[in-house]
């Protein structure tokens, strides 16, 4: 039997909450199996005292969306000085943040999809911005799981889309569309994982409802792909993760044209460790169980373990 204990942080207060708790559950249930002592807690206004009674050896993040893999948690976690899963509070803001992720990949001549950027909190609704034409893909800056991703065919479906997502999101991002194949490749520790082909089965792209509905999408893995264009990813996967100073684990998801031209779309900081997420599917690929994956990103937080936390009566 395992002596540490290990807090399960799930749940939040983002649009991601449910797929959160699905991770977060998967995650305890593997820990309990694996023989560490694991509790489970929501990422609440109690949070700080719960985890500060609890003090665990390590917690292991299972948040995603905003307040998770924005940097927040993290950077409470290292003022209380807990060591925890995943990347750092300022790489997890910089990976969030899809606008300044891209300007980065940008400036470091990594291929990325033409885009701009809109400020929505002021009232005004943008016309079609000049520099791209429709198809369009527009997206909340901040946003994760697909959450509020609409492809946009005409002028009506962009005003429908801008009014919409002004109700819910302060900035947005239109992005050249690229028809293509999706593909992801995950990092493990500065390992590549196997590539693996998205296809998505209940939508025209991988949505929300495709990510997370049994069925609805199928992971093709490895990738049926040539050599060549599989190498080009896994660089471009581990160039991406270091550039934004990752660590332990993250994703990076392409397009590939139908050129055969790779373009990144975005990097997961936490991916999902649900019943239907790829990292699994990944790790598996390459002959690491569910079980195997967990206990190892387990590690990776107990080997930055420093003092105990003080318990506050």
Known sequence: MKTQHIAVVMGGPSSEREVSISSGSQ?????TRLG??????DYDANFID????LAPDAVFIALHGTGGEDGQIQALLDYLGIPYTG????????AMDKHLTKKLLAAEGLPTASWECFDLSKGVLPLL????????????????????????HT???WAKAMLEASHHYGECMAEEFIAGREFTVAVLDDQM?????????????????AKYSQGGSTHVVPAKIDDALAARL????????RLLGLRDYSRTDFIVSKEGRPHILEVNSLPGLTPTSLLPDAALAMGMSYDALIDRLTMFALTRATAPVTTHT
């Open 155 to 157: 002028h009506d479906e």
């Open 50 to 53: 719960a985890i500060r009674t």
């Open 234 to 241: 896994k660089v471009l996967a581990l160039s991406t993760h």
């Open 27 to 31: 995650v305890m249930a593997a820990l």
């Open 36 to 41: 560490y002592r694991a509790t489970s807690l």
């Open 129 to 152: 911005p000049g520099a791209l034409d429709l198809p369009l893909v527009l997206k909340p800056r901040n946003e994760g799981s697909s959450t509020g991703v609409h492809i946009v």
């Open 193 to 209: 994982l196997p590539v693996i082909e998205i296809i998505a089965n209940v939508d025209s792209f991988y949505s929300y409802e």
């Open 87 to 94: 990347s750092g509070a300022a790489a997890s803001a910089l």
